[in-house]
């Protein structure tokens, strides 16, 4: 009897049927990736440069892509900044926003460079971080370019694991 019991146990356990969905490779097999610059629809100049440069770090950072120049690459990352807002969070005594949510959103699309197929795509895809301000310009516009790389660097790792897992 012990040994249904275990063997129940066992086979209940370990043959749940749950596995990890994806490959772990980028769609369409591909091993090599350029990042087309990103249209920026907001009025932040730098935003679309902050973007690819963390697009661009966190695919050299993973292994089995390659990141190349346009012309020999086998697909193109191609997107846009649809939007960058801020809310303010906290106020200090005198009524001053003294923290704020920067919200980024995107659209991306990875496109065959052959055949211009579209291996995968991403609407509406957003990052937010939370950032306090003291009241110097100089200061609270390092701590609001900080923020708006911090969202990037999330964004660029979410969308490389939605790659990989096809999602």
């Known amino acids: 009897m012990l040994r249904r019991i275990i063997s129940l146990f066992l086979v209940f356990f370990f043959g749940c049927g749950y596995h990890f969905v994806g490959k772990g490779k980028l769609p369409g097999e591909i091993g090599s990736i350029a990042i087309a610059p990103l249209e920026n629809q907001t009025d932040e100049p730098h935003l679309g440069k902050i973007m690819e440069e963390a697009l661009r770090a966190e695919l050299i950072r993973r292994r089995g892509v390659k990141v190349v120049e346009e012309g020999s690459a086998e697909a193109i990352l191609k997107g846009k900044i ?3 807002h ?10 001053r926003a003294r923290e704020y949510r920067a919200s980024i959103s995107l659209d991306l ?13 991403i609407r509406r895809l957003i990052g937010r971080e939370e950032f306090r301000v003291r009241g110097d310009i100089a200061l609270d516009e390092g701590r609001k370019e900080e ?16 790659m990989i897992e096809g999602f």
Request: hydrophobic share 45%.
């Open 82 to 84: 649809t939007s960058l």
């Open 86 to 95: 801020f809310a303010s969070l906290a106020y200090d005594e005198e009524g």
């Open 109 to 121: 699309q990875l496109i065959r460079r052959e055949g211009q197929e579209v291996l995968w795509e």
């Open 147 to 162: 923020a708006l790389r911090e969202i990037a660097r999330d964004l660029a790792r979410e969308v490389y694991l939605r």
